[in-house]
């Protein structure tokens, strides 16, 4: 494999969301060498537990854990610590807990890498769902654009010692401009070239993703739910690696 296609293959998250562990161990087991990463969310979290995760190491895949932390800084921190014992690569907190609560939290990671030799995590910011628009921005106190709040929280993250946040691709560049080169940006919502949207609204292609700048790209359903989830993999790495030039 070439360097380009080797990167893309490091960009590509696949979203295990999937209500059957067995069906998610059959994917991960032959997707794991054509990926980069694992997403694992609360679905499969919650009817599989710590133990997929483990599953999906010893398979030698990586997983970003997708639970999206948010509570008092202490309880966030402490789940952090536990994430970073499990191994995982990427995981996620919600901005809105506000800064202590992210401060906190990259700090006992941090703390608990030193003391146990852990391999360190990249702590991920969720800034604005995008299920919420400016008028349920609105109706919690926040006026103005979304893309203005979003672009405030990832710089909130970045000061408190966070590696990136999650984002939609519509806001990739001002993220980047806001917040420099070295910020991870990660973002679903990503249709290959020629797909149906589905539910999803603002998408983006894979080729698209890497020219805007992302660092990984989160797909699911294009990939999970094909005849032959190992050729939209590819299919997907392929178009990733044309765009990296
Ligand atoms: O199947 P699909 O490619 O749409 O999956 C995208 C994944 O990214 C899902 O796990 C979804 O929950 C997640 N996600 C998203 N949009 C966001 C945040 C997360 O689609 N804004």
Redesign the pocket.
Known sequence: MNDSASAARQRLIV?L?LADPARARTLATLLAPEVGMF?V?KQLFVNSGPDIVRMIHDLGGEVFL?LKFHDIPNTVAAAAVEATRLGVKLFNIHVSGGREMMRQTAEAVEEVCGKEGLRRPSVLG?TV???LDASDLESMGVQGAVAAHVVRLAGMAREAGLAGV???AQEVRDIRNACGDSFMLVT????PAGQQA???KRVMTPGEAVRAGIDHI????????ADDPVEAARAVVAEMSAAEG
């Open positions: 979203a969301d997403k969310g997708d969720v769902l995008t299920s999650v984002c939609s679903p919502g990503i249709r589905g539910d999803q989160v797909v699911g359903r294009p990939i999970t739910g």
